[in-house]
């Protein structure tokens, strides 16, 4: 008998291991939320669609073969094995990949063409985003007349009632209410498993469908039918870009953990299962074959789970807009909005006041106008698949420009992505006249904003610039001419060169400089997050004159009074009861060479004057700030 004492085990910080499985448990509550709920529609669209195919085991099998083969060759070949490693220190997202690429030209600008790719892609996001939550949520609640005919009428107001709480409570934050996203999609995503599973015992002939022969048959034996069906097929895909486009949140270890190992088995079963069904009752599994696979019993709790699963859904593509309009705000391509920070612990947790309520107006409106997710799912997809369409362009050039991959293999890949990616997006194209028109139009509609605010800010920027007056001729001249009074007066510039025209303005109309005076540019840099070891450059001009460069990243706050109070390098530290900030409003005139046609410098002039405030998007304080209005031919 040994005579030592047993000793417990003692507890340490978690292992990567268990850090990576809670990440996972993580993003199967926000990552996959769309693409899980597409079971709801994404079957019964191929039969019960603007496309109808009949329910003989060529179409079933057919169509099974294409959602599984779909999936393996969209979500986890191109995103998960390949775009997803194409993160700019992490984050992800067409806007994100265009700052990857641009930060790795060696110093050259971004070409005319990649810009314009992946500013249209991030435009078709907000089409996306509006028809995600509208097609998810009534989609799961058209499961009322599945359990009672009689309660058909509710469907739509139930449908509004959900989404306009929903965006309600998006100003409190998510925080507290994406602790339970995890569980129940994980419960969700179980128990379509456990559907799908029964069903395919009942008829497991079904699982032949898994074979890639019956997609090719499909095509070869009814070329035009298999065609059209690709416009219900990409349903079961749409969701495929939250993955890269989330990988900031979770990682790319933890996303494709959780796709592989647990959400792809769940909802192939769950399509299975839907076919096997479709074998046995025929023409009436197309009522809704999701809901049907329960018994009559458990019709209800399927139905509030699968409810709660679309509610879910709807907030990550709400959270993606959010996160999004960001990082366009930060690179240049949209004016300043609002952001409330709902939670200070988490970086991510934003709330953007307009893009939340211009979202909720646009989805009750949809779904007014369709009444139903067979309708809306016509409108549905067009903008998914142009999105990932402009993903494969850009994994091309990142492909054969930067990761320098072999040519014959590289072009091989791209080119089944591209024939994949066309053929979805070909088919969506179809659907236009019965409402695919509507994601195009909201998309180029957004374009054509981004693109109007980055030329527009460009022409101000380049014009005063020309104007400037060199900083060390006028710090000679001014220096000892003007009275000097006490304090510090920050001048907040756009241009790291030349003397700002609010200095100059204050100089004319005041006759008096601050002992201290700071020329002061916010530089957002071409990647997520900078370090506070790199965010402050400063140079002393002389005779108390100092020029300060902040820098940030895409996805980071511009907090000025936080940053200079941490500055101890520029004379005396920063106190804001004695420094005061001036900031120039340009007033646009018009030039006899103009820069943009008319109306678009009219949409710029509308957007200046609706942008949130300086003061505001630097934090500043209201106390402490004078704007000077100065005006700029562009």
């Known amino acids: 008998m040994s005579d030592k004492t047993a000793v417990p085990p003692v507890s340490g910080p978690p292992t990567r291991e268990a850090a990576t499985m809670k990440l996972a ?96 892609a991030t435009a078709l996001f907000y089409g996306d985003s509006m028809i995600t939550p509208a097609v998810s949520v009534l989609g799961a609640v058209e499961g009322l007349s599945v359990v009672n005919p009689a309660l058909g009428g509710w469907v739509i107001p139930i449908a509004i009632f959900i989404l306009a709480f929903l965006f ?81 949140h979770f990682g790319r270890k933890p996303i494709g953990l ?20 479709a074998m046995r009752i ?38 993606g807009a959010f996160s999004v309009t960001q990082q366009a705000i930060q690179l240049g391509f949209m004016p300043r909005l609002k952001i409330n920070h709902t939670n200070a612990a988490t970086v991510g947790q934003i709330y953007i006041p307009f893009i939340n309520w211009a979202l909720m107006v646009m989805v009750i409106l949809l779904v007014l106008t369709f009444r139903s997710s067979s309708s809306l799912t016509s409108a549905y997809g067009v903008a998914v698949t142009g999105a990932m369409l402009i993903d494969t362009c850009l994994l091309t050039v990142l492909l054969f420009g930067f990761w320098k991959w072999n040519k014959f293999w590289a072009g091989l890949l791209v080119g089944l992505f591209f024939v994949v990616d066309g053929l979805f997006f070909a088919a969506n194209l179809t659907k236009i006249p019965d409402g695919g028109w509507f994601p195009l139009a909201v998309g180029l509609a957004a374009f054509v904003m981004l693109t109007s605010w980055a030329k527009g800010r460009s022409l101000i920027i380049a014009r005063m610039r ?53 020329l002061l540019t916010v530089s957002i840099l071409d990647r997520p997050f900078v370090a506070d070891e790199e965010r402050i450059h400063y140079e002393d001009l ?21 940053a200079l109070e941490k500055i101890t390098t520029c004379g005396p530290p920063f106190r804001m009861i004695e420094t005061s900030f001036f900031l120039a409003r340009q007033t646009l005139l018009t ?44």
């Not at 029964?198 to 039918?225: C, D, G, K, M, Y």
Request: proline share 5%; with cysteine; aromatic share 10%.
């Open 542 to 562: 002389g005779a108390g004159f100092y020029r300060i460069i902040l820098r940030y990243g895409f996805m980071q706050d511009t907090d000025v009074p936080m």
């Open 168 to 248: 309600v409570i998006q100003r409190s934050g998510t925080a507290r209410v994406g602790a339970f996203f995890g569980p129940i999609m994980l419960f969700y995503f179980l128990v379509i498993s456990v559907l799908g599973a029964i069903s395919i015992v009942q008829t497991p002939e079904v699982l032949w469908a898994l074979s890639p022969h019956h997609a090719l048959n499909f095509f070869l034996l009814r070329p035009v039918e298999a065609f059209l069906a690709l416009g219900a097929v990409v349903l079961a895909v749409t969701g495929a870009e939250a993955l890269y486009a989330d990988m900031g």
């Open 25 to 120: 448990v993580g993003a199967i509550g926000v990552v996959f939320g769309d693409i899980g709920t597409s079971p709801l529609y994404a079957f019964r669209e191929a039969f019960a669609g603007h496309h109808p195919l009949s329910l003989d085991p060529l179409h079933i099998y057919g169509v099974l073969s294409l959602v599984f083969w779909s999936m393996m060759l969209v979500v986890t070949i191109k995103y998960v094995m390949i775009i997803m490693r194409a993160d700019n220190r992490g984050e992800g997202g067409s806007l994100a990949l265009l700052a990857l690429l641009g930060g790795r030209k060696s110093g050259k600008r971004w070409t005319g063409g990649i810009v314009i790719l992946a500013i249209f």
């Open 591 to 634: 030039s006899e060479n103009p820069g943009m046609a008319p109306w678009r410098e009219k949409l710029f002039a509308w957007m200046l004057r609706n942008a949130e405030s300086a003061m505001q998007f630097f934090r500043l304080p209201a106390n402490r700030v004078v704007e000077l209005g100065s005006q700029v031919e562009i």
């Open 466 to 518: 020309e104007a400037a007056m060199p900083v060390q001729v006028f710090v000679k001249s001014a220096a000892g001419s003007a009275t000097r009074v006490p304090g510090t007066a920050v001048f907040m510039t756009t241009s790291p060169e030349g003397v700002p025209h609010a200095l100059l303005h204050n100089l004319k109309h005041n006759k008096v400089l601050h002992e201290r005076i700071v």
């Open 258 to 277: 959780s796709w592989l190992c647990f959400v792809l088995p769940a909802l192939m079963l769950n399509y299975l299962g839907q076919g096997a069904l």
């Open 282 to 319: 025929g023409e009436a599994s197309l009522e809704s074959p999701f809901y049907l696979l329960a018994p009559d019993q458990l019709q209800i709790p399927l139905l509030i789970i699968a409810t709660l699963a679309a509610i879910i859904a709807s907030q990550a593509v709400i959270s």
